[in-house]
């Protein structure tokens, strides 16, 4: 296989970003930057998401056994380069972001147009990053879009020309 080829094509793919967080109960509260994220079923409502498996952010949510998958806006692009770095929590914050604690625990972020928590129920674990499969059981919505809801989220073409994830 050709390794330009396979990098350029893996990256036509598009992909939303979003801030991942968990709080394990135990003192460690994670939030990541991520993009590689589907809904997978309606009934229950399932979410799936790749999370690097030698990140702080993998090892707290399965300690957690939960997380919250935080929406980013289009003209959120300053916070997804926020939680590219590990996450700091001080003064009531999470790096910097007013954040309330969603109903599994989970960080939410206040200024997320919207954020959707869940309870892990499977974990794949291949490759470098793992799946991590979340039964959606609760849904937060502090901006409506105007439009369609799709259009409204931060996309990774919207973070410059020098900004790839995959391939």
Known sequence: MNADS???????IPYGIYVL???DGKGNIA????????????????????????????????????????MLGKDQKGLAFTFFRPADVSDGKLSG???????????VLVEAPGA??????????????HIVVGEV????????????????????KDLGDNVFYGG
């Open 6 to 12: 396979k990098k350029t094509t893996l990256r036509m």
């Open 21 to 23: 967080t968990a709080d």
């Open 31 to 70: 939030a990541a930057t991520v993009n590689w994220v589907t809904q997978t079923a309606f009934a229950p409502p399932l979410v799936v998401v790749g999370v690097k498996t030698d990140s702080g952010a993998y090892q707290t949510i399965k300690a957690a056994g939960s997380f919250a998958l935080n």
């Open 97 to 107: 972001q007013a954040y309330r604690k969603g109903t599994t625990g989970a960080p």
């Open 116 to 129: 959707v928590e869940c309870k892990v129920t499977t974990i794949v674990e291949q490759g470098d990053h």
């Open 137 to 156: 059981v609760d849904a937060h919505l502090s901006k409506p879009p105007t439009g369609r809801p799709d259009a409204a989220i931060l996309e990774m």
